[in-house]
């Protein structure tokens, strides 16, 4: 009895040992795979597409996409929603390891239907991203066809000004203010003041804008439903 309680127990560590190393290998592929321009390339090409079709589906100049792909320029939001939107992808398809698991379906009605789907991004992996006003930190990047699409964000414009046009996009959002006071402006209220540990929810299809109104570093999470940011 002894004896098999000891051999389960090692074969249980073994196997718990082995399981934190594939789990550690694929954390180390997804920080040194999650490259945005090798991964356009790999579906340009997988779809027979040349630069020229991808110019035509997304707008953006075939000079734009040569650069993006060699790593010659940075990705940044904007490029990365007219990507997502002109060739039907998902953010998680540019970012995330190539064999991320699907969702599991099952025959069950939708009420027991569970997927089983997980994903953990840790402190410093996250894919960043800077588009001027912003910059981001994407969270749950790897899933694809994601309900929510959560993401930390860093806000620097200090005006309307020097952020813009409005951006606006499909769905909902809920957004919590991590750090500093920021100023929410939109097609429709008049701006508003929310500090820190305050949230608001709204209508992400009506243009709106988050303005960084006191001193040091402003960020905030937003979560949103819905497939991409548009700048109006």
């Given at each position: 009895?002894?004896?098999?309680?000891?051999?389960?127990?090692q074969d249980?560590?073994?196997?718990c040992?082995?399981?934190?190393?594939?789990i550690?290998?694929?954390n180390?592929n997804?920080?040194?795979q999650?490259n945005?321009?090798?991964?356009l390339?790999?579906i340009?090409?997988?779809n027979?597409?040349?630069l020229?079709d991808v110019?035509?589906?997304?707008?953006?100049?075939?000079?734009t996409?040569?650069?993006?792909?060699t790593?010659?320029?940075e990705?940044n939001y904007?490029?990365?929603?007219k990507?997502?939107d002109?060739l039907?992808l998902?953010?998680a398809q540019l970012?995330?390891l190539?064999?991320?698991?699907a969702?599991v379906?099952?025959d069950?009605?939708?009420r027991?239907?569970m997927?089983?789907?997980?994903?953990?991004?840790?402190?410093?992996?996250?894919?960043?991203m800077?588009?001027g006003?912003?910059?981001?930190e994407?969270?749950?990047?790897e899933l694809n066809?994601?309900?929510?699409?959560p993401?930390?964000?860093e806000?620097?414009?200090?005006s309307?000004?020097?952020?813009?046009?409005?951006i606006?996009?499909e769905?909902?959002?809920?957004t919590?203010i991590?750090?500093g006071?920021?100023e929410?402006?939109?097609e429709?209220?008049?701006?508003?003041?929310l500090?820190?540990g305050?949230s608001i929810?709204?209508d992400?299809g009506m243009g709106?804008?988050?303005?960084?109104?006191?001193?040091?570093?402003?960020?905030?999470l937003a979560?949103?439903?819905?497939?991409?940011?548009?700048?109006s």
């Amino acid at each position: 009895m002894i004896f098999l309680y000891i051999k389960t127990y090692q074969d249980m560590k073994i196997h718990c040992s082995k399981n934190r190393e594939q789990i550690m290998s694929r954390n180390k592929n997804f920080s040194s795979q999650q490259n945005p321009g090798e991964a356009l390339r790999k579906i340009r090409t997988d779809n027979g597409w040349t630069l020229a079709d991808v110019y035509e589906k997304t707008g953006l100049a075939v000079s734009t996409l040569s650069k993006l792909e060699t790593g010659k320029m940075e990705l940044n939001y904007t490029k990365l929603m007219k990507l997502c939107d002109g060739l039907d992808l998902d953010m998680a398809q540019l970012f995330a390891l190539p064999d991320t698991p699907a969702p599991v379906t099952s025959d069950r009605p939708p009420r027991t239907k569970m997927t089983g789907r997980r994903a953990i991004t840790r402190k410093g992996e996250e894919p960043t991203m800077s588009d001027g006003p912003y910059f981001y930190e994407f969270h749950g990047a790897e899933l694809n066809q994601r309900s929510f699409h959560p993401m930390v964000i860093e806000v620097r414009a200090r005006s309307m000004e020097e952020f813009g046009n409005y951006i606006k996009h499909e769905g909902e959002e809920f957004t919590y203010i991590l750090e500093g006071d920021v100023e929410f402006h939109s097609e429709i209220y008049a701006p508003t003041v929310l500090s820190e540990g305050d949230s608001i929810y709204f209508d992400a299809g009506m243009g709106h804008a988050w303005i960084a109104s006191s001193p040091g570093r402003c960020r905030i999470l937003a979560v949103f439903t819905g497939s991409s940011h548009q700048h109006s």
